[in-house]
């Protein structure tokens, strides 16, 4: 790879964001600030214990796993910036329920861990099958808990991804989207 290659795949590298440096404004691509770049990104999210709630035209829905992993992408005016909307629903600050997403993240028992964010890189599908398979092989669950969800717009099953109590949500999201972002 040249070194315009590597300086263009360094730019699009995963980046873990904490929830609350987005809410200061102290997160390192601006997404608190509304600066940041556009690009794709994973929510991880945990809860405590199971739970059944509505998302939306989808229906009641049952999440018996502790870790959950959704994916999307923001390539609209304010890019990444999108993920402090997922974040101010998540934390109660924000009530209306726009995505899939917004129904579960926005559940009073569900909780933002993190953001896995790749800036520039449009490859939200190709992390949600990189998902999919790297999760579905996992012999603890089942990888998907409703089809649909975030996959209104292309021909995914789902961009929500359950993992069970032995698998690390963060490594092997911060992994997949390491390797598409290399390729």
Do not use: Q
């Not at 730019?11 to 964001?17: D, E, K, L, S, Y």
């Not at 890189?121 to 999760?135: M, S």
């Amino acid at each position: 790879m040249s070194e315009e290659g590597d300086d263009a795949a360094d730019a699009r590298r995963p980046v873990v964001v904490d929830p609350d440096a987005i809410a200061v404004g102290t997160d390192a691509l601006g997404i608190g600030r509304g600066t940041a770049p556009p690009g794709s990104y994973v929510l991880l999210f945990s809860l405590e214990t199971s739970l059944t709630t509505t998302i939306g035209a989808l229906g009641a829905v049952t999440f018996d796993s502790p870790a959950y992993a959704y994916v999307g992408s923001a390539f609209g005016s304010n890019g990444l910036g999108r993920i402090d909307r997922h974040r101010r629903v998540a934390a109660g600050e924000h009530d209306v329920r726009h995505w899939h997403i917004d129904y579960f993240g926005g559940h009073p028992d569900v909780t933002l861990d993190a953001v896995v964010a790749a800036p520039h890189a449009d490859i939200e599908c190709r992390v949600a099958a990189g998902l999919r398979e790297r999760v579905g092989s996992s012999p603890e669950g089942v990888p998907v808990p409703c089809d649909g969800v975030g996959a209104s717009d292309c021909g995914c099953g789902s961009h929500l991804f359950a993992f069970s109590g032995s698998d690390s949500p963060r490594a092997t999201v911060v992994g997949t989207v390491d390797e598409l972002v290399r390729k």
